[in-house]
């Protein structure tokens, strides 16, 4: 079970970075811009606006390029298509959800019938619930699993912020450009 957890959080985990060239609007250099770490973004998911984590500063004038990072994404990910298997393992992941509660309901209602248990039992109806995490799990594991795959063969992504409720990464291997999304 506890390596299970490991490999599972090793695979949702997510690499914050940036690995695309700005154009700094201070002194007009062009390039890589330092990343200085990440910060949360109290103003997260608000409508189609970029979120970006990664604190990245110009090489040249030390310049803030944050606004410049936020542009970027905004302008590269509309047009990248979040991958089909990311759609089914979402599908199969809201079967999942309705799936796993009707088949208790069924088995407690049968029993019911069958005399099994008392009315008492419906509290097992609250185990269904019990069941969704690994749902939850799951899908969260195998969209993650989409990151360590890259044409290149050296997968690297980078996780660059939100679009939406997208997220959006790079590969630093390749310049692949991936848009993910869970729920
Ligand atoms: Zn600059
Ligand atoms: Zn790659």
Do not use: K, M, T, V
């Given at each position: 079970m506890r390596s299970f957890l490991n490999k599972y959080n090793a695979a949702v985990r997510h690499t914050h970075g940036w690995n695309l060239e700005l154009t700094c609007p201070h002194c007009g250099h062009r390039g890589l811009p330092r990343y200085e770490g990440w910060m949360p973004d109290i103003?997260?998911?608000?409508?189609d606006r970029p979120t970006i984590y990664a604190k990245v500063a110009c090489t040249?004038?030390?310049?803030?390029l944050h606004d410049e990072a936020g542009r970027k994404v905004a302008e590269l990910f509309p047009e990248v298509q979040v991958p089909e298997q990311n759609a089914a393992i979402l599908k199969a992941f809201i079967l999942g959800l309705f799936i796993v509660p009707s088949v208790f309901a069924g088995m407690l209602f049968l029993g019911v019938q069958m005399g099994?248990?008392?009315?008492?039992?419906?509290?097992?109806?609250?185990?269904s619930a019990v069941f969704i995490q690994p749902l939850v799990m799951r899908m969260r594991y195998q969209i993650a699993l989409?990151?360590?795959?890259c044409d290149c063969g050296q997968p690297n992504y980078v996780f660059l912020g939100l679009l939406g409720r997208t997220s959006c990464y790079c590969c630093s291997t390749c310049g692949r450009l991936l848009r993910l999304r869970d729920l």
């Open positions: 103003a997260e998911n608000a409508g040249r004038c030390n310049g803030r099994w248990w008392r009315y008492s039992a419906f509290a097992i109806l609250a185990l989409l990151r360590s795959r």
